[in-house]
């Protein structure tokens, strides 16, 4: 849609200066006419211009929060998004709702709309919207995503406040350890190079670590880039993404605690699109897109198939052997019961707990464990150098 940058005065005269999107420079004219806004000048931005920034997840948080409101409270749906437009001056939420509007005006429905967007409206943004839009209950399916993505946003600040101080001190202990082994440690041993006594064998060993260090230390650093370049590299193709998702799920602790947070995810999705009256196979089926390990997703493919032939939910899940057996268990009892989404819901809660105490307890380990490994490295470095230094005392006594 074609970007016009504008000059133009409000009711009071006051002086705006901005862009807005629009399919014509009539339809540019009538967007600001909405707004209370006269056009003096009107102009065509090129279309080498900047592409618009991508919403974040805070602000698609917020557009999602915001709209459900208004719309709760009967307001329709072109009026919400005017007034949102007028709020909002974040220059990435002011072009969406720009061209949401004039999407709406060619006759689109909110979910087309939003599908033309693309990032960040996912699968299952435009899915839940689209039921919303067919049930007539939009605002307060709009409340429910809202819900989900704050906490979606919630739990991604408190992964990414715990993973701070274990990188952190990582990295601090390495930069310490190669700062005494290239540095401190070769300017000691030389000492022990000139008094011509033999070394033992735990000052040897440290001398040739010390030594590989410094000499191939620069080709050390440009093989980790190269692997890390190659690797990601091969990680975007489909083929070796599915072999290391296979391998991350055969590790011990690790693959469980990975099935864990990939069934609570498709779990919590197929309530959300089952709670708003989307059917089971395109919930299914927009839920997949949900799962990030590629084998999970696969097994999920053939759950559908399976579903789509007349095989109960529960079963297929059962089949498919890469799920765990209380999610199984909990669809059952929610096909037999009629209440699917409830017992999604709490399976959901259930394996999103469960996940949060296995990750805090592996963070609770993980500081004494550095210690440990720290303690172990300074010590093994102590002895390497202390001990040529006693041989060398003792002989001179004798």
């Not at 090129?46 to 719309?71: G, H, K, N, V, W």
């Not at 440290?206 to 410094?214: A, K, M, R």
């Not at 590299?233 to 011990?252: A, E, N, T």
Request: hydrophobic share 50%.
């Amino acid at each position: 849609m074609p970007t016009y940058r504008y000059q133009a005065v409000d009711m009071n005269g006051k002086a705006h200066k901005a862009s807005v999107q629009a399919d014509s420079e009539r339809h540019a004219r009538q967007l600001l006419r909405e707004q209370g806004l006269f056009a003096r000048q009107l102009q065509r931005q090129d279309s080498a211009q900047p592409r618009r920034q991508r919403l974040t997840r805070a602000q698609l948080c917020e557009l999602t929060r915001q709209l459900a409101t208004l719309i709760g409270a009967g307001i329709p749906l072109v009026d919400a998004l005017a007034t949102l437009e007028r709020q909002l001056r974040q220059p990435a939420l002011h072009a969406v709702l720009v061209t949401l509007r004039g999407s709406l005006a060619e006759g689109l429905g909110l979910a087309r709309s939003l599908a033309r967007q693309g990032a960040p409206f996912t699968g299952l943004y435009c899915a839940l919207v689209e039921a919303g839009e067919r049930s007539g209950r939009l605002g307060q399916v709009l409340a429910r995503l809202a819900d989900h993505l704050e906490q979606v946003q919630r739990q991604r600040h408190k992964a990414r406040t715990a993973l701070i101080y274990p990188v952190v001190l990582m990295g601090v202990s390495l930069a310490v350890v190669i700062g005494l082994m290239t540095f401190v440690v070769p300017k000691l041993t030389e000492q022990f190079a000139h008094s011509g006594q033999s070394l033992p064998l735990i000052t040897s060993l440290l001398i040739g670590i010390s030594q590989g260090l410094v000499q191939a230390g620069a080709y050390l650093l440009a093989l980790a880039i190269g692997l890390a370049v190659a690797g990601g590299w091969l990680l975007r193709k489909p083929h070796w993404r599915l072999r290391r998702d296979d391998l991350l799920l055969r590790l011990p602790r690790v693959g469980a605690l990975l099935q864990v947070l990939e069934s609570a995810r498709l779990a919590r999705s197929l309530a959300i699109l089952c709670g708003s009256g989307v059917a089971l196979l395109e919930a299914l089926q927009v839920a997949t897109e949900t799962v990030g390990n590629l084998r999970i997703r696969a097994a999920m493919a053939q759950v559908r198939q399976q579903v789509q032939g007349g095989t109960s939910l529960h079963r297929a899940l059962d089949g498919a052997g890469q799920f765990p057996p209380l999610l199984v268990n909990m669809v059952g009892s929610g096909e037999a019961s009629g209440t699917l989404a409830d017992m999604l819901e709490r399976v959901a809660d259930d394996q999103e707990r469960g996940f949060a105490r296995q990750v805090d307890t592996a963070m609770a380990l993980f500081e004494p464990l550095m210690i440990l490994v720290m303690g172990a490295v300074v010590l093994f470095i102590v002895l390497a150098v202390l001990l040529p230094i006693m041989q060398l005392n003792q002989g001179l006594q004798l």
